[in-house]
């Protein structure tokens, strides 16, 4: 059974949206390794004040061998998208609680 992983960063949706436009390549680079080691879905969610990050990937491990290998590029990424501090990382597995949708 596939992990969700929860990264959440103090910084701003808008600042890595920018980031992202003018630098699709790295954004590129970063989800291409990100698939290499398995990820199955990933998303880019803010509020006000917060940059969330919900992946499902096969494995904890998997996640941790991509996030360790390529910490140089997102932790870049991330500081030149106006992210402030650690992410704090979160695993979570599924709860079949009989009342799913979609």
């Known amino acids: 059974m596939s992990v969700f992983v929860l990264l ?3 910084g701003n949706g808008k600042e890595l949206e920018s980031f992202a436009h003018k630098n ?4 590129k680079k970063i989800a291409d390794r990100a ?3 398995g990820v199955e879905r990933h998303r880019f969610f803010s509020t006000d004040d917060e940059l ?10 998997a996640f941790q061998r991509f996030f360790d290998e390529n910490s140089a590029d997102i ?4 500081a030149k998208s106006g992210v402030t501090g650690q992410p704090s990382i979160t695993f979570a597995n599924y709860v079949g609680a009989g009342d799913d949708i979609g």
């Open 24 to 27: 699709p390549q790295t954004i």
């Open 52 to 61: 969330l990050v919900v992946d499902e990937w096969p494995s904890a491990e």
């Open 35 to 37: 698939r290499e080691h």
């Open 8 to 10: 959440r960063a103090q």
């Open 75 to 78: 932790n870049d990424m991330m």
